[in-house]
């Protein structure tokens, strides 16, 4: 009898320690036709011009005591074709673990940047393909959306709305033959200091007041230049829901991404405003404009462009959507970027999607 009471007892313990475990598989599955425009126009399917479609892992479990285990797994996939997101890496968009308790929140591994997290959210700015930020190849979009071997502490919530973090990453995994140096594993060198970053952010989301500020420091950002040569950059948005509609204006400011030896070299600064219209409880419509200086860092000038873009999205229900996207970017003689970037001077670049993203 005590045996059986026993063996019952801990069967109980192990299935309220198991109950206290959970595991989540999630994605999104995000796949349009486009038209784009460059130096010459294509008609094409593509994937994640919503939301990067992804295929993700995420954990907790209970420790006791108010703490808790966390992990995060999270891979892109290409939805046009099937094939994994970013070759190079399985979990190219998230990798790390860590531990939450009412000291606030400690992770470790690869993550968002602190400045990647405020450019990646598609409710606010926004970091896909038919965004600004991302066109221009801000840090905060596309060098440093994520980082690698980073520690980030997430700060406990001091008052409602307001959150904030502070990151460093250890970094170092470039491939130094780009300018800025691109994402490459594997092609750190022992001892660099290339791609060491330290970063912070700052969110407030209360009411109909909404706020961000993120920063990025990085050590040897360039490769062309050998040496301690910073890098840094600044993005900040502020904006307030009217009811029929919520604007938000915001800017980003950073280190020109050209050699810092090139004299006269001058900053890339993006300056926005864009409208979200809740049109109905199913349609959400937003447009914006914002101007983008200095894209190609150049002391001659001629290297702005001022990017234009609208979209609309239809909620099917809680978890399937169809979107219409259009974006025009006019670019100065100097600067060539767009979906499909322009190699010849040409002013006008651009395109529209049309698809349908499905979340789970």
Known sequence: ????????????????????????????????????????????????????????????????????????????????????????????RAAWAGLAGGAGELRVGRQDSSIGALAGDTTILGGQAYDDLKIVKTRAAEYYRRVDNAVTYVLPQIMPGLSAQVQYS??????????????????????????????????????PVL????????????SAVAGNQRANATLVYAGYDLGAAKVIAYMDNETGKVAAATAGAKRLSV???????????????????????????????????????????YKLSKRTSVYGLATLVNNESGATVGMLAPTSGDKLAGGVAFGVAHAF
């Open 271 to 313: 300056y926005g405003v864009k409208a979200v219209v809740p049109v109905s409880a199913e349609l959400t419509v937003s447009a914006g404009v914002s101007k983008a200086k200095n894209i190609a860092g150049s002391k001659t000038g001629n290297d702005d462009a001022v990017i234009t873009a609208v979209k609309a999205n």
């Open 211 to 222: 706020a961000g500020l993120g920063y990025l420091n990085v050590t040897d950002d360039n």
């Open 1 to 92: 009898m005590k045996k059986t009471l026993l063996a019952l007892a801990a069967l109980a313990a192990s299935s309220a320690a198991f109950a206290q475990s959970f595991v989540t598989l999630y994605g999104v599955v995000d796949v349009s036709v486009e038209r784009v425009k460059g130096d010459h126009q294509v008609s094409r399917v593509s994937s994640g011009n919503l939301a990067t479609s992804r295929l993700g892992f995420k954990g907790t479990e209970d420790i006791g005591g108010g703490l808790k285990a966390n992990f995060v797994l999270e891979s892109a996939i290409a939805a046009d074709t099937g094939a994994q997101g970013n070759t190079a890496r399985l979990f190219d």
């Open 170 to 207: 250890t970094a170092a995994l470039w491939n130094k033959t780009t300018t800025p140096a691109a994402e490459v594993p594997g092609a750190e060198t022992y001892g660099s200091n290339f791609g060491k970053s330290y970063g912070l952010s700052v969110k407030y989301a209360e009411g």
